[in-house]
Structure formats: C-alpha cells, structure tokens
C-alpha cells in the first residue's frame, strides 16, 4: 500500500455459546418485565392516595386493586402512568369492562379517561396492566379508578 505493507486481516473470534445464551437469556427477561412482568412481583398490600368508584358494589365481580399511580417526567412532558390489578371475585367468568380514569371532584368538572379492556378472566384469576395518559391540566388532581357499566 502507500503507507507500507498491509497488516494481515485478523478473524474476529464469535462469541462464545454460553456467553451469548446468557446475554440472550437476559435480554429476553428483561424485556418481559418493562413489558408488564412486572405485575407478577407487586405486592398485594392495599395502595393509598388513589379512590375506586366500583369496587363496594356487591353486583360487580371485578374490583381494582393494587393501584399505583407516579408521574413521569422523563420525556420532557408529564404523563400519568396507572398500574392495577384487575380481579375477578366472583365464583364465574366474568369479561372485564372497559377501565375509566376520572380525573377532577366527583360532584364537579372532571376529565374521563377510558383504557379499553375485553379479557376473560376466569373464577379467582387476576390480571395486571398498565395504562399512560398525559397530564396535561389534571396534574393536580387525584385520579379516581372504575368500569364503566354501560357496556
């Protein structure tokens, strides 16, 4: 070459298999929790802060629990990020209604936020999700969880 002789073209050697089934493996695990695994670690102790509209009504067998509810500011824009569990106590299959999240007095102005839904869940079975709705002027107030009934 113009520089002097070429080095000789080194082999790059491939990763070795269980380094990469290791990589892979944690990848995968990873992905599957910041996907909603993580419903599977949360605690059942009761979240404070956050209401349910229907959760007294004996003729309703889903009830929300284990609400959380944070503000995420990372994107530049607040965003309410909502995560509950949705159980079905009930002794039969019950298809889970559409979630409302109501922000404002219940009596007053409000904004009504509605989390499509249409999953079975079968007798004692519980389902968690997630759901991020942006702030905009409901930052300061606390946001009320329900289904909406009539569906």
């Given at each position: 070459?113009?520089?002097?002789?070429?080095?000789?073209?080194?082999?790059?050697?491939?990763?070795?298999?269980?380094?990469?089934?290791?990589?892979?493996?944690?990848?995968?695990?990873?992905?599957?929790?910041?996907?909603?695994?993580?419903?599977?670690?949360?605690?059942?102790?009761?979240?404070?802060?956050?209401?349910?509209?229907?959760?007294?009504?004996?003729?309703?067998?889903?009830?929300?629990?284990?609400?959380?509810?944070?503000?995420?500011?990372?994107?530049?824009?607040?965003?309410?990020?909502?995560?509950?569990?949705?159980?079905?106590?009930?002794?039969?299959?019950?298809?889970?209604?559409?979630?409302?999240?109501?922000?404002?007095?219940?009596?007053?102005?409000?904004?009504?936020?509605?989390?499509?839904?249409?999953?079975?869940?079968?007798?004692?079975?519980?389902?968690?999700?997630?759901?991020?709705?942006?702030?905009?002027?409901?930052?300061?107030?606390?946001?009320?969880?329900?289904f909406r009934t009539d569906v």
């Open positions: 070459g113009v520089l002097g002789p070429a080095a000789p073209a080194r082999r790059r050697e491939p990763m070795p298999l269980p380094m990469f089934a290791a990589v892979a493996t944690l990848s995968a695990c990873a992905a599957f929790y910041l996907s909603g695994g993580y419903v599977l670690f949360m605690n059942d102790a009761p979240r404070q802060g956050v209401t349910q509209d229907l959760d007294t009504v004996p003729s309703n067998p889903l009830a929300l629990a284990d609400i959380s509810v944070r503000v995420d500011t990372g994107s530049g824009r607040a965003i309410y990020v909502i995560r509950a569990m949705i159980e079905n106590r009930s002794g039969s299959e019950a298809t889970v209604p559409p979630v409302t999240v109501t922000f404002g007095d219940p009596g007053g102005a409000s904004v009504v936020h509605t989390v499509p839904r249409g999953e079975r869940l079968r007798p004692g079975e519980r389902m968690g999700f997630t759901t991020r709705i942006p702030a905009g002027d409901t930052l300061t107030a606390e946001p009320r969880l329900g």
